[in-house]
């Protein structure tokens, strides 16, 4: 049975930091792409940050509006992906789920499985 469960969510001032954890099961963690994609209220499904695994290594990816801020990692042995967010800004304001895909295309929003997300409100 496949299960992808997020925590860490929660509400903090901006310029604070929160770390989301997705704890999977059921998947091969270590293959394909795990990401993280948020939906704010009124507005369309966005990816966040991806990361999967090459010859040469983790690759990872992310969305403009978060790069030098968020940080994405995975622990295979765990089974685990992380997101670590810094300098939060307002509009991170979302509910952040994490999702898996098969093959190596990472920043898109078409993941096959998903969580069932956790509320992210940053307060200005």
């Known amino acids: 049975q496949v299960q992808l469960v997020e925590s860490g969510g929660g509400s903090v001032q901006a310029g604070g930091s929160l770390r989301l954890t997705c704890a999977a099961s059921?998947?091969?963690?270590?293959?394909?792409?795990m990401g993280w994609l948020r939906q704010a209220p009124g507005k369309e499904r966005e990816f966040v940050a991806g990361?999967?695994?090459?010859?040469?290594?983790?690759?990872?990816d992310y969305a403009d509006s978060v790069k030098g801020r968020f940080t994405i990692s995975r622990d295979n042995a765990k089974g685990t992906v992380y997101l670590q967010m810094n300098s939060l800004k307002f509009e991170d304001t979302a509910v952040y789920s994490c999702?898996?895909?098969?093959?190596?295309?990472?920043?898109?929003?078409?993941?096959?499985?998903w969580g069932q997300g956790t509320q992210v409100t940053v307060s200005s």
């Open positions: 999702a898996w895909k098969p093959g190596s295309v990472i920043k898109t929003t078409a993941y096959d499985y």
């Open positions: 059921g998947l091969p963690v270590s293959s394909g792409v």
């Open positions: 990361v999967r695994s090459s010859w040469s290594g983790m690759i990872t």
